[in-house]
Each structure stands twice: as C-alpha cells, then as structure tokens.
C-alpha cells in the first residue's frame, strides 16, 4: 500500500515537472518571435547611427605641403582648405615674403609645390638659379599697376621724377613695358620681356628708374615719385589696380596671358595626387567666386 501512494506522488511530481518545463521553452520560444518593443528599437539606434557615421568618415589621404607669398595667394589657399580637408587632404601652408625662398624649398624637396610667381618668373628663375621647377597649372591673374606716390598725376609728370620699379628681370621688363604704354619711357626695339631701364631709348621726363627687390617697393610710396606694383604687394599695401592705380594691365591684354599666376612643382612630381587635387579646387566655381567677390578685380581667375 505504501509502495503505491509513493508511486502515485512520484507520478504526481514528474507531471507537474514536465508540465513547468514545457511551459518555460514555450515562453521563451514566443518572447524570441515577438518583435521588438519601442524601447529595444531605440537603444539599438545609436549603435546604427555610429556605424553610419563610421563608414562616413573621411579618409585620410596625406598632406600637401605649399610656400606661397601672402596676399593673395595664401589667402586663396585657405579658402581651399577646408575643401581638400572633405576629400581627406591636409593643405600646409607656409608663408613667404620673397620671390627666391618659395622655388629654393620646393627644389629642395622640403615643399610639395609653391604658389606665387608667373611662366615668365619661373623660367627665368630656372635659368639663372639652374633650378628644375615646372608649371602643373594656371589660377589666376594680377595687373600691374602705376601707383602714386609723391607726385599723383601722370600727365603732369615732373622733370626728373623717380619710380620705383621690381629689379626682378621679367617684372622689371614688365613694368618698363607699362611705364611705355603709358607714354613715360620708350624701350629700344626688341628688348621686351627682357628690357631693363638700360634700354630706355627715349626718356622725354629724364625719370630715375629706382630697381629694388619686388617686396620693397611698396615701402617707398612715400619717398619716390610713383611705383609700378605686382598685384600681391599692391593688394598687401591695401592697394586694388582698378581702384587705386593710375594705369595697369588690363584682363584682356596679352600681359593677363603671360603673367598668369601658377601652381609650380619640382620636376619629376608633376603627378602628385595631392598638388593635382589642389589645382582641381583652385579651378573650382567655388574657388574662382571666391577671388571675384573678394578681390574685386585686382585678381582676376584664369579661365
């Protein structure tokens, strides 16, 4: 008798066992096919978000190391530099206030390519220097300009008066060639893109040609009579050739052709990906818009 009430209560209990564990899987199995609450969306959302924003970041591509003179060329520059930083390019810039160092580092290897000078300039520099530098692209133009410094009126130029001019060999030629088309001075002929104030041929107002380095010359406004002023120095002294100068260059003249403004590299390097990349944003719309409101057309955007 005592064997089978122990056998009926272990029946029992085996049941009853059977009968949690089949109820446990089945919840469990239904609580996995239920969909998930609001809640558990929600959480996993910035998990997605972040993976998102992963797979947006961008990637790194290197740095590309520039010299430029400052106005306005670095100036350009940091307007590209955000631009480069979106494609994953770090645009260093370094500032120079000469027309010599910029050609030397680049040369050297120290910086991938500089931004400053003209064809004329760099083919010059070149020859003289023996350096081995080309041109990966035009940005844009500056006009020389006549500017006033003692005196401020060019038809009454006094006898003997005195202009400075950049004692560069092609930037002097251009400024002589100004101070030519602007009746001052006639060259002998053929000396050109090469004169020098030795090669004044006619000089009706026995002018001093003063010859100083490019950077200085904006400094002697006040003690010559007038100055012819490259674009850069013109614009870092607050000077704009369309509204400040007596005479300068015009945009469709044969000099906004010659005198372009470059981008410039050591031979060899003229596949850089990144001075490439560079030379894409400063022919961009944006880029060229950019130098139009400005700088009001005293740099003009080679098109």
């Known amino acids: 008798m005592k064997k089978k009430v122990?056998?009926?209560?272990?029946?029992?209990?085996?049941?009853?066992?059977?009968?949690?564990a089949c109820g446990s899987g089945s919840e469990a199995t239904q609580a996995a096919a239920e969909p998930a609450t609001e809640e558990a969306v929600a959480e996993e959302a910035p998990a997605e978000e972040a993976a998102e924003e992963t797979s947006a970041e961008v990637v790194e591509k290197g740095v590309i190391k520039v010299a430029a003179t400052e106005v306005p060329h670095s100036e350009i520059?940091?307007?590209?530099?955000?631009i480069l930083a979106e494609q994953g390019w770090d645009l260093q810039v370094t500032v120079f206030n000469d027309y010599v160092q910029p050609n030397e580092v680049v040369?050297?290897?120290?910086f991938d390519a500089n931004y400053f000078q003209h064809t004329p300039y760099l083919d010059?520099?070149?020859?003289?220097?023996?350096?081995?530098l080309v041109n990966v692209g035009e940005i844009h133009y500056e006009p020389l300009g006549i500017y006033g410094g003692t005196e401020s009126d060019l038809a009454n130029i006094s006898?003997?008066?005195?202009?400075?001019?950049?004692?560069?060999?092609?930037?002097?030629?251009?400024?002589l060639l100004l101070l030519q088309d602007n009746g001052i001075i006639t060259l002998k002929e053929g000396a050109g893109m090469e004169a020098t104030k030795n090669d004044i041929a006619e000089n009706p107002y026995n002018v001093e040609i003063v010859e100083l380095e490019a950077a200085q010359v904006a400094r002697v406004i006040g003690e010559t009579s007038f100055v012819?002023?490259?674009?850069?120095?013109?614009?870092?002294?607050?000077?704009?050739?369309?509204?400040?100068?007596?005479?300068?260059?015009?945009?469709?003249?044969?000099?906004?052709?010659?005198?372009?403004n470059i981008i410039v590299v050591k031979e060899g390097n003229e596949g850089n990906e990144g001075v490439a990349a560079l030379v894409d944003v400063l022919k961009s719309d944006d880029i060229k818009a950019f130098i139009n409101e400005k700088y009001q057309g005293s740099v003009v955007p080679f098109e």
């Open 6 to 20: 122990l056998a009926a209560v272990l029946a029992t209990v085996l049941a009853v066992g059977t009968l949690t």
């Open 77 to 82: 520059l940091e307007a590209v530099k955000p």
């Open 107 to 110: 040369e050297a290897g120290d």
């Open 124 to 132: 010059s520099f070149n020859v003289e220097k023996g350096t081995h």
């Open 159 to 175: 006898d003997g008066a005195t202009i400075a001019v950049p004692n560069d060999t092609t930037n002097e030629a251009r400024a």
């Open 228 to 260: 012819v002023l490259n674009g850069n120095y013109a614009l870092q002294a607050g000077l704009n050739a369309q509204t400040d100068a007596l005479a300068y260059e015009t945009s469709d003249s044969e000099a906004a052709k010659t005198y372009v």
